[in-house]
């Protein structure tokens, strides 16, 4: 027997074992009226009415609703309202600037968009053929109860999201996930986590991230209970901790940073000590950083490597009874790499030393981009543009990027996206960007400028020229101007020579 495998398995479980029980406590604090504590029942309820206003609104299978928010039970429930009942979910980055969401919207031709309210003026011109700001005012549109939405045939190999990062290229490229490929990341992510019916998950990650890195469903599917925190703080992170007895969470090492610096003045023991673990990932975290987890929240860390493209889940590290022995100092080292294959995933490391996976979390490829799918894709490995080495344990430890991608607070940036807005300065010649080491973002992003001959540009005038242009976190921290840039015979950017005065006394050139 076959049974196609559909994101939606994990809320019909959760609405049949655990229907009475609290499934999504939602953000109180919000422009939209919150919905509160939500049953599983009702979280199902929901869905359906969502699957049947968008039968309503004459939105078809395999069509795709795109959605712009922070985190909130509206945001997450459309990740089984949508894709769940045959449609495509298209969450994007609320940190994006208006032209930039105005490109994913044509580029994945969303038929549907729903807006956070707090988004509603910043994008206001960005037009669609439906388009509505979440809340309470259009929930009636949104949610018909009472109708059964029409039926659709599961197909674990349809598309379930298109979830948009940026690369090596200056537009984002649109990752193609399967149910597939999502059921099976979230259940082997899940597992290795340990995520059983007595967690409580507090949603620090953005759910937009390669699906809250599909911990909206594993969670879900085990009957656990989401949190839903709107924005990040360090304070408020400690404070709903203590408030809801969370376990586990998930996040960049900038959130592990924000917690700690906030864990100093708590007052009392800080929450959740023996009792939280967190997966951390999005940039490799600093051993010292990996340490005081454990030493001064008494938290445990996980490290997840991934990609976007592999929804994210590659390898994971967790402490080891082997570990158990050592000292914080010592499991820490050993923690700092980035860990063992997911089951079902295989890695390797080419000649050139760029780390390759295949598994049944990979992306089918990129929306509408045959030619780059193929080369992302070629010779049947997925190639990750990360550096890197499998050592002798068989634990994957990076070493640099092969691609020009800059990872700042877990956010992808793509230098020669920063490097086109720059270029658009009148008093630029050149300009290259980089990433350079960053206590609490891991990295940050420098741009190197060769100005015009009798420019009087300032670092701060081009910093708000890329502000004025792009996403805050893409933009430029620092300029530095030079005389010239280094180049090959070529004329090609020789970045790596660019980035080594800057990670001279780094073991490694990512942070």
Not at 29 to 36: E, T
Not at 207 to 234: A, E, Q
């Given at each position: 027997m076959r049974i196609a495998l559909n994101v939606q398995d994990f809320l019909n479980r959760a609405e049949t074992v655990y229907g009475d029980r609290v499934g999504i406590v939602d953000e109180p604090?919000?422009?939209?009226?919150?919905?509160?504590e939500l049953t599983y029942a009702r979280v199902a309820e929901l869905a359906r009415a969502q699957a049947a206003a968008l039968d309503e609104h004459g939105i078809g299978f395999g069509e795709r609703v795109a959605i712009v928010s922070h985190n909130a039970a509206r945001l997450m429930v459309s990740l089984f309202g949508v894709s769940g009942y045959g449609r495509v979910c298209v969450p994007i980055n609320f940190r994006l600037k208006q032209d930039e969401i105005g490109y994913i919207l044509e580029h994945s031709g969303a038929s549907m968009l729903l807006v956070d309210p707090e988004l509603a003026d910043p994008l206001a011109a960005v037009d669609c053929r439906h388009r509505y700001v979440m809340g309470a005012g259009s929930d009636e549109a949104l949610y018909r109860f009472g109708v059964d939405p029409e039926p659709w045939t599961p197909d674990e190999d349809a598309t379930a999201t298109i979830n948009y990062t940026s690369g090596t290229t200056a537009r984002p490229k649109g990752v193609r996930m399967s149910h597939r490929s999502l059921w099976l990341n979230a259940a082997t992510f899940g597992w290795a986590a340990g995520v059983s019916d007595r967690?409580?998950?507090?949603?620090?990650?953005?759910?937009?991230?390669?699906?809250?890195?599909?911990?909206?469903?594993?969670?879900?599917?085990?009957?656990?209970?989401?949190?839903?925190?709107?924005?990040?703080?360090?304070r408020e992170i400690l404070r709903r901790v203590e408030s809801h007895g969370v376990t586990f969470l998930c996040g960049a090492p900038a959130v592990v940073a924000a917690v700690l610096d906030a864990a100093q003045d708590w007052d009392g023991d800080v929450p959740g000590s023996g009792r939280v673990r967190m997966t951390v990932a999005g940039a490799p975290p600093p051993t010292r950083i990996i340490e005081r987890?454990?030493?001064?929240?008494?938290?445990?860390?996980?490290?997840?490597?991934?990609?976007?493209?592999?929804?994210?889940?590659?390898?994971?590290?967790?402490?080891?009874?082997?570990?158990?022995?050592?000292?914080?100092?010592?499991?820490?080292?050993?923690?700092a790499r980035q860990?063992?294959?997911?089951?079902?995933?295989?890695?390797?490391?080419?000649?050139?030393?760029?780390?390759?996976?295949?598994?049944?979390h990979v992306m089918d490829g990129y929306w509408q981009q045959p030619q780059v799918s193929a080369e992302a894709l070629a010779g049947g490995w997925f190639h990750t543009g990360d550096g890197g080495i499998i050592d002798d344990e068989g634990y994957l430890v990076l070493s640099d990027r092969k691609k020009d991608v800059i990872i700042s607070g877990g956010e992808n940036v793509s230098s020669i996206e920063v490097e086109d807005v720059l270029f658009a300065h009148e008093s630029v010649v050149e300009v290259a960007v980089i990433g350079v080491p960053h206590e609490k973002w891991g990295e940050t992003v420098k741009a190197l400028v060769v100005p015009a001959s009798g420019a009087t540009v300032t670092e701060a005038e081009l910093i708000q020229h890329c502000r004025d242009r792009l996403a805050h976190y893409k933009c430029p921290t620092s300029v530095e101007f030079r005389a010239e840039l280094a180049r090959t015979a070529t004329g090609k950017l020789q970045k790596y020579r660019l980035r080594q005065p800057y990670w001279a006394e780094h073991e490694r050139n990512i942070n």
């Open positions: 604090d919000q422009p939209a009226k919150s919905w509160g967690d409580v998950y507090l949603h620090t990650l953005p759910m937009f991230h390669c699906n809250g890195w599909g911990m909206p469903y594993s969670i879900t599917g085990m009957g656990g209970r989401h949190v839903v925190l709107r924005k990040v703080d360090g987890m454990e030493t001064e929240l008494g938290w445990e860390f996980i490290q997840l490597y991934g990609l976007t493209e592999t929804a994210p889940y590659l390898t994971m590290n967790r402490s080891r009874a082997e570990w158990d022995h050592l000292s914080p100092a010592e499991r820490a080292d050993k923690l860990g063992v294959p997911a089951l079902g995933v295989s890695l390797t490391v080419d000649n050139s030393g760029e780390v390759m996976a295949r598994g049944n």
